[in-house]
């Protein structure tokens, strides 16, 4: 038995390590798997896509944004996954008459390795947990070498279209692009503003505009839409989870933005 605090400062008892685990977050249940999980999981919600094959084998209790709580109650599970952001807040109190609820608060790459570091303890994997911190880690140093010599360039990373919407400041995206040396145009609104794009000259008419694959499929429609109202913008279409997902898909992440950079050479 031990009290651990989770991402939000509170303090949850654990009396045993679990052995039955629902997810409510699709980059958390990634991370599960990747830590060697997969028999604990018997829970995650619809738009856990990864790896795909858990969705025939796990049961579905709902979304991110709504849940059954009578399954998850059937589950009879001893842990439950929620994350600030994917997560509605809302939940807990239902969710905490089920099983202990770990809620994580995810907004730098530190941040993603202390929720590796963290449920390693807590879920009596940190062999595998330290292996895998040690991975990202070689790769992000290798990703800051490669990108310490490039261009800093402006950006505006959408994620909503009618309403269009972005992401601002105070935001894992907006600290991957960072990363990437992309200034994001609206650091300085809130984390996921609203936005007029027949305004986005005058807001720092950015070199690159980045079409995110998640959660709203943008079409060449909505490409053409946006590059009317900018002066020299290059469109990309993103994907979303290798900016937005957190935990084990930072393994894939650094290779990806080396090839979005290399694409990038051959336009500015």
């Known amino acids: ?139 992000l140093t290798n990703f800051k070498s490669f990108i310490k010599d490039k261009p800093a360039r402006k950006v505006a990373y959408f994620i909503w279209a009618n309403p269009w919407m972005v992401a601002g400041n105070n935001t894992y995206i907006n600290e991957i692009l960072k990363l990437n040396k992309f200034e994001n145009i609206y650091a300085n609104r809130s984390r996921y503003p609203k936005v007029e794009i027949n305004k986005i000259r005058h807001e720092g008419d950015p070199d690159v505009i980045i079409l995110s694959s998640e959660p709203f499929p943008f079409k060449d429609e909505h490409a053409m839409e946006i590059a009317t109202y900018t002066n020299r913008s290059v469109t990309v279409f993103a994907d979303g989870e290798l900016f937005s997902w957190f935990g084990s898909r930072l393994l894939l992440s650094f290779d990806y933005f080396k090839e979005l950079h290399k694409k990038f050479e051959s336009h500015f």
């Open 1 to 139: 038995m031990k009290i651990i605090n989770d991402s939000l400062k509170r303090e949850i008892l654990i009396k045993t390590t679990p052995k039955r685990i629902v997810s409510l977050v699709p980059s958390q249940t990634e991370l599960l798997y990747d830590l060697g999980l997969e028999n604990e999981i018997v829970g995650i919600t619809k738009f856990c896509v990864h790896p795909y094959h858990l969705k025939a084998t796990k049961t579905i209790v709902g979304g991110t944004k709504k849940v059954d709580f009578n399954k998850i109650k059937a589950l009879q599970p001893d842990f439950i996954l929620c994350n600030k952001e994917e997560n509605s807040y809302d939940f807990l109190p239902e969710l905490e008459k089920i099983a202990p609820t770990y809620f994580s608060d995810v907004n730098s790459i530190q941040d993603s390795l202390n929720l590796i570091a963290n449920l390693g303890n807590i879920l009596n994997r940190r062999t595998e947990s330290i292996n895998l911190i040690e991975k990202i880690n070689f790769k």
